[in-house]
């Protein structure tokens, strides 16, 4: 049965009760309402005319007149209100002997025998009075007997009701409520064990289909979980590149074989531990931990000799959360020592032709004494293109070997106290005759009373040098140039600016890159490196180097150094 039909049955019944003990309360009200009336309208009346007929009797014989009027009216009532039995004969006699009454004809006897006629009448009506009060007692009684019965069974199925039907309905949801927090849990064995054939039953059936499912699921979904862990982990082992795997709280999740290594850390030691706790007791983790710096390569002593690795954190984001992370290291120790040898190629190779083409410059110089001998116009002409390869090989030596020093790290930078100006000074002096040439005039702006640097000078002259002379090359004849120099808190900043065609946004990011040229830009003996020799130099003393520039209007480079 459905709970439904349960629910309007039981109050259905409660309901008919209810109007059980309603209709039977007005039945016998209504009986009893009759009863006293009967009692107090037909036989009281009866008794009150009985008493003024007796009344009227007596003062006959003062008043008969009157007497008689009164007996009359009296008698002509209880005519009328003839209600128990015998008492119809009665009254007929009465008025009979009324009849004789009037003639004056009666005797003392004969009124005797007419008082008990009234005496009778009363008889009559108080016993009916009697009996009707005890017909009404028995009425009460039995309405007080058979409400108090149906009260009692009513009760008895109420308090029942009251009992056991919310622990019906209650009990079976504390059981399912129980059985979907052990779900919850996991525990997908939970069973619900309803036997009734309402909505619980049907409830029962469906959850314990939903718990064989999610069980099934759950068990061929662990296997595949298992099986797809076991292949990453096997993976993940097999790669020669040290990986290391977090998890949002910085636990660690999974660990290769290749970083065991070059930690020095068991895998029991590391698995399932906070990895900053791990990290006290390990320098090396401590810094693969620190995700501030993952530029520089990291020498590490991995493979009985320095090797050096590049540090990459991919974090893993799902639904845009981040729920881990993984470090993954890359040997690059190959290439770093063909990075070395390729330095130190160049660094042996410019050094090497330094001094052969100082020597061939020293040669052109003679032939140019007409001591040593007069030569013709076109021989000074050759000359002078010798001379100007020349200068042009000895100037690409120059940055070979300043480059060679840099990524080699033995650059030597001798800092002193210097002023501003007297970078700007040292350039000018040296870019004068260039700008002189091409018509440029160079408009310089420096600040009043900056404060000295402690700089390499002769470094950042270089630098200034290389802007000054790139800003001269791609400018227009009889154009101009700016140099300003002014403070900018506790930065000194130099800027050298261009009213030339200036950068392709497209090239910005690639102008301070090694080698690299502007496509179709202005032809130039060139060879790509002042920029990043430059760079290198700025940043070697702290310092910072940028561009800005507007495609079509010019282009302005700026550095700036520490105070």
Do not use: C
């Not at 890359?330 to 390729?342: I, Y």
């Not at 030569?375 to 042009?392: A, F, G, H, Y």
């Not at 090359?473 to 130099?494: G, V, W």
């Amino acid at each position: 049965m459905r709970i439904k039909t349960k629910l309007s049955l039981g109050l259905g019944f409660l309901f008919s009760v209810l109007l059980l003990l309603a209709v039977l309360g007005i039945f016998y009200i209504h009986r009893l309402s009759n009863d006293s009336k009967s009692i107090t309208k037909d036989n009281y009346e009866s008794l009150v005319y009985s008493k003024n007929m007796m009344s009227a009797l007596d003062e006959l014989d003062i008043d008969q007149k009157s007497s008689l009027l009164k007996f009359e009216t009296n008698l002509k009532a209880q005519e009328n209100n003839i209600t128990e039995e015998g008492e119809e004969e009665i009254t007929i006699e009465l008025r009979n002997e009324f009849k004789n009454l009037k003639l004056d004809s009666l005797t003392n006897s004969e009124k005797n025998l007419v008082r008990q006629k009234l005496y009778a009448i009363t008889e009559i009506n108080l016993q009916s009075i009697v009996r009707k009060n005890k017909e009404a007692s028995e009425s009460a009684s039995d309405a007080v007997l058979y409400m108090s019965l149906i009260a009692a069974v009513t009760i008895l199925i109420t308090f029942s009701f009251i009992v056991n039907f919310p622990g019906y309905i209650a009990n079976p949801i504390k059981e399912l409520t129980d059985s979907i927090k052990e779900i919850s849990r996991k525990n997908y064995s939970q069973r619900l064990h309803f036997k009734s054939n309402d909505e619980f039953g049907e409830l029962a059936i469906a959850f314990n289909k939903m718990a064989k499912k999610l069980d099934e699921y759950d068990n061929s979904n662990l296997a595949q979980i298992i099986f797809q862990k076991k292949r990453i982990e096997t993976i993940i082992n097999t790669m020669h590149d040290p990986i290391i795997g977090l998890d949002e709280n910085n636990f660690v999740l999974f660990v290769n074989q290749e970083a065991i290594g070059i930690l020095g850390i068991s895998e029991v030691d590391m698995l399932g531990k906070y990895a900053p706790d791990v990290a006290l007791h390990n320098d090396l983790l401590r810094v693969l931990l620190n995700e501030t710096d993952v530029s520089k390569p990291l020498k590490i002593f991995s493979e009985n000799k320095e090797s050096y690795f590049t540090k990459e954190i991919l974090q893993i984001i799902s639904d845009s959360n981040i729920i881990g992370k993984v470090i993954v290291l890359k040997n690059v120790t190959k290439f770093k020592e063909l990075d070395a040898a390729k330095t130190n190629f160049i660094a042996t190779i410019s050094h090497e032709l330094k001094t052969p083409i100082a020597s061939i410059k020293m040669g052109l110089k003679l032939l140019k004494d007409d001591r040593v001998g007069v030569v013709n116009e076109e021989q000074k002409k050759l000359i002078e293109n010798i001379s100007e390869d020349t200068s042009r090989l000895l100037k690409i030596t120059g940055e070979l070997l300043d480059l060679s020093q840099v990524e080699s790290g033995t650059i030597q930078l001798h800092y002193n106290p210097t002023a501003p100006q007297e970078v700007v000074d040292y350039a000018i002096q040296s870019m004068k005759f260039q700008a002189e040439q091409k018509g440029v005039n160079i408009d310089i702006k420096i600040q009043e009373e900056l404060p000295y640097l402690n700089i390499d000078i002769e470094k950042t002259a270089w630098v200034m040098v290389n802007l000054i002379s790139n800003a001269i090359r791609y400018s227009a004849e009889n154009s101009k140039i700016e140099i300003d120099i002014k403070k900018d808190k506790e930065h000194i900043i130099f800027s050298v600016k261009d009213f030339g065609k200036g950068i392709d946004p497209k090239y910005i990011d690639k102008i301070f890159d090694k080698f690299f040229r502007i496509p179709n830009g202005v032809p130039s003996s060139g060879t790509g490196l002042g920029l990043a020799i430059s760079k290198d130099f700025i940043e070697s003393q702290q310092g910072i180097i940028w561009v800005e520039s507007e495609f079509g209007k010019g282009s302005e480079f700026k550095f700036s150094l520490p105070i």
